[in-house]
């Protein structure tokens, strides 16, 4: 596996993969996330074989400002999008009286 750069692609798929497994920012800097990212069991993430465990971990570390950034961004969307969803369904309510 020879090393390059990060893509765009790369970087926010990492973004939703850390949005999945650490949405609460606990753990996102640890050996053992990248390690099963890397790994990829369950066959999820295989676009995370071009780069080693340490490598994500390292990418993550260098640039967690703005990784951060845009995982909160991410999970606001997330919300908003949940609410709208929320909020459009109760108004196909009928009540019959």
Known sequence: MAPHGY?????????????????????????????????DADRLWPWSKGHTAEAWRSRYRENQAWYDYQITKTLKKQNQDNKASQGSSSSNVKYVC
């Open 7 to 39: 893509s765009t692609e790369e970087d926010e798929k990492l973004v939703d993969f850390l949005v999945q497994k650490r949405p609460d920012g606990v753990g996102r800097t640890g050996k053992r996330l990248y390690e099963d990212l890397v790994n």
